[in-house]
């Protein structure tokens, strides 16, 4: 599995790059044929005093991608929000794919 961490408006900490890349390793319990992850963490409303903090994560596999966002106050709120709905979007898939 290839993981791609991509930070846009800001440089990230080796803390918060290790935390996605820590809770990333999870996807392939769900899904056994992931090629790629990438992640977008990104800054929002830059030019204004409040900054919500976004994370995208799009996940490749063969003949599918699965894409989530979300956004809060804090990174790793974000991104915890939004890898627990992709785990829920492949479960769904997988679920279809048996029935």
């Known amino acids: 599995m290839n993981v791609n961490i991509q930070t846009v408006h800001f440089d990230a900490d080796m803390k918060l790059i290790d935390y996605v890349s820590k809770k ?5 319990t769900f899904h056994d044929k992931v090629i790629k992850v990438d992640v977008f963490l990104k800054l929002d409303n830059v030019v204004h005093t409040i900054k919500d903090k976004i994370a995208e ?4 596999v063969p003949k599918q991608n699965f894409f989530v966002k979300a956004s809060s106050k804090s990174f790793e709120e974000s991104f915890d929000s939004a890898l627990d709905s992709l785990v829920n979007q ?3 898939k997988k679920e279809k794919q048996t029935v």
Request: proline content about 0%; overall charge positive.
């Open 24 to 28: 990333l390793q999870k996807i392939g």
């Open 57 to 60: 994560i799009r996940v490749h």
């Open 90 to 92: 492949i479960k769904r």
